[in-house]
């Protein structure tokens, strides 16, 4: 257990309250949204797509945070598979399914049976990281493992591929704490 996990377990709530975010951006769908936390609320998550606005009712923050994950993972399930879809048609590439879960390191894997899973954080990338990802995951259809004739792939859909990996490694240490928190 990290110590995120045992300060939220032990239930101090100053600490949990300081992982709320006020704001959230989601660069992937040019998405921006506006937290606000009622502790006072039945638990719930309330979105208003309108307003751009995020109402987290939950007595706890960690419970807060748990909302929080639930909705990023349903926004990411909104869009990703669609995402990938028109991608494998742009490259030819074929999958069996999709999933979106919330990882801690990993933003993609494909199966060897052509499940590819995708982390629903991949939406607080810039659009071209997300591409570069679904194009690498695509490839690994092809190809399961990193060999030169995998990166051959990557590269004939996705040119620019170095420089999409080092802006998801430069971005990955500034994601929000309250992505990284395992709830539950």
């Given amino acids: ?6 300060i939220l377990r032990a239930g101090i709530q100053d600490a949990s309250a300081q992982m709320l975010p006020q704001r959230i951006e989601l660069p992937a769908i040019d998405s921006s949204w506006e937290v606000d936390w009622r502790p006072e609320k039945a638990a719930a998550v309330e979105c208003s797509r309108v307003l751009g606005r995020l109402t987290l009712g939950h007595p706890r923050a960690i419970d807060a945070i748990g909302g929080l994950q639930t909705w990023l993972k349903a926004e990411a399930r909104r869009h990703l598979p669609e995402w990938l879809a028109l991608v494998a048609e742009d490259t030819g590439h074929r999958y ?7 990882q801690r390191g990993r933003w993609g894997s494909c199966s060897t049976s052509g499940t590819i899973s995708l982390n629903a954080k991949l939406l607080m990338l810039p659009p071209d990281a997300v591409r570069y990802v679904l194009v690498h995951e695509l490839c690994h259809t092809l190809h399961m493992n990193h060999s030169p004739a995998f990166w051959a792939e990557v590269t004939r ?10 802006q998801i490694r430069a971005l990955q240490r500034g994601l929000p704490v309250w992505t990284r928190v395992q709830v539950s």
């Fill in 157 to 166: 859909h996705q040119p620019d591929w170095r420089l999409q990996a080092r």
């Fill in 96 to 102: 069996k399914r999709v999933s979106v879960r919330l």
């Fill in 1 to 6: 257990m990290g110590m995120f996990e045992w």
